[in-house]
């Protein structure tokens, strides 16, 4: 009996010292470097230029439909050149795809982080990164109008709890009527 439980012991112990165990350090140097892999797998450079892409140009018909004091190039050029500078911060030491592959080698083990790159490697994954775009070109209009009908409601809201705060100001605060 002693035996068994003294093997037991020692399984754990070089289980536990192999790093293999569930929650293993997310610094592993493997785990960070498959987690860039499904990045690359994933086309990720692509998918933020194409969404970069189509928001700016959503969002600059939305900030400028029914104000003619804009002119919808001039901000969607604007809007560009803050994605382009987000970009930047984004692929740089310690940057968002830094941040992004800590938290993926946090949230997954090697072996889970190896077959999400697998299924964005596999035809059925290279399929839903191809459709993407033209997905977002689907729903980010309808996202937007949502947007714009909640905003008035949720401004409202948000008055309303910052004049129960005593937020200074709160009362002067100015809501978009509803569309």
Do not use: W
Request: proline share 5%.
């Amino acid at each position: 009996m002693k035996t068994a439980a003294l093997r037991l012991a020692m399984a754990a112990l070089a289980l536990a010292a192999s790093g293999a165990a569930f929650g293993a350090d997310a610094t592993d140097p493997e785990r960070i470097a498959e987690a860039r892999a499904i990045f690359v797998a994933m086309h990720l450079d692509r998918q933020m230029d194409s969404m970069a892409s189509v928001m700016s140009e959503g969002m600059a018909k939305q900030f400028t439909q029914g104000k003619p004091i804009f002119n919808q190039r001039a901000v969607q050029v604007m809007l560009e050149e803050l994605m382009r500078g987000m970009k930047d911060q984004i692929n740089a030491p310690g940057g968002l795809m830094d941040s992004m592959a800590q938290a993926y080698a946090t949230q997954f083990n090697f072996a889970e982080l190896r077959q999400i790159r697998e299924f964005y490697e596999s035809p059925a994954g290279q399929h839903m990164l191809q459709a993407q775009p033209e997905l977002m070109k689907q729903v980010l209009p309808k996202a937007m109008e949502m947007g714009r009908t909640n905003l008035p409601r949720a401004c409202a809201r948000a008055k309303e709890r910052l004049i129960a705060e005593k937020a200074e100001n709160a009362e002067a605060m100015t809501c978009p009527a509803a569309p």
